[in-house]
């Protein structure tokens, strides 16, 4: 398996419902990022981790949740979502943050539906 | 603080015609741009990128964009557009920013294909 996974690729949650997004990254990155994509919005940012450590959180609501137990994986666990929450949830990596030219990889996304 | 404006959020050329997308920028420093394009069910893909030095920089897929400091302009083209080339695509902007450096997007161009 090459470059960024996501898992699930799509979900369906109610709002009461925990759930958690998985991304893996196989090209030896120590930058991973959660961005969210709403339709006719930019991405957003989320949260950014350099080797495992989370370096921004940019306003995100506590009802999501970030995990890197290592460089290769992030996860983004969710509950208590709102409608208003449905998305695609992109995960990126770089070879570093910090350097303002580094190229993000992404993954497919998540498509996630909150009820 | 940075900015994109991807001017036109839909746009439709024919099979052979020239792809011109639009792209502004706002930056206080010189920036580093990108150009990242989203195929159907995919996650973003570099097309290229502006770093410094040369101001007409080539992507993939025969496409190409020019850096225009006095136009704060780096415009996505590419001579005679293929049905392939239809997708999504997003410009971003770089900043440095003493190890907190971040993309910030556009809010996306829809690029159609006519046959």
């Known amino acids: 398996e090459t470059g960024v996974t996501q898992t699930p690729r799509h979900l369906v949650m109610g709002m009461t419902n925990k759930k958690s997004l998985k991304c893996e990254q196989h090209l030896g990155h120590n930058a991973m990022y959660w961005y969210k994509q709403s339709a006719k919005k930019p991405l957003e940012l989320m949260f950014v981790?350099?080797?495992?450590?989370?370096?921004e959180n940019n306003s995100v609501p506590s009802r999501f949740s970030p995990e890197c137990p290592n460089s290769s994986h992030l996860f983004l666990h969710l509950h208590t979502l709102q409608p208003e929450d449905s998305a695609l949830y992109l995960c990126?990596?770089?070879?570093?943050?910090?350097?303002?030219?580094?190229?993000?990889?992404f993954g497919p996304g998540t498509r996630l539906l909150v009820l | 603080a940075q900015s994109v404006t991807q001017l036109g959020s839909h746009v439709s050329v024919s099979e052979g015609a020239l792809v011109l997308l639009r792209c502004n920028y706002s930056?206080?420093?010189?920036?580093?741009l990108f150009w990242y394009v989203q195929y159907p069910n995919q996650g973003l893909q570099l097309l290229l990128k502006?770093?410094?030095?040369?101001?007409l920089v080539k992507g993939i897929n025969g496409f190409e964009a020019e850096f225009k400091k006095s136009e704060t302009s780096f415009h996505l083209t590419k001579p005679s557009a293929h049905m392939s080339d239809a997708a999504e695509y997003f410009c971003a902007v770089s900043i440095s920013n003493f190890g907190n450096e971040k993309l910030t997007f556009g809010t996306g161009t829809r690029l159609t294909i006519i046959p």
């Open positions: 930056s206080s420093v010189p920036p580093y």
């Open positions: 981790y350099s080797l495992e450590e989370r370096v």
């Open positions: 990126a990596s770089s070879q570093d943050t910090g350097q303002h030219a580094e190229t993000q990889y």
């Open positions: 502006y770093t410094t030095g040369a101001t």
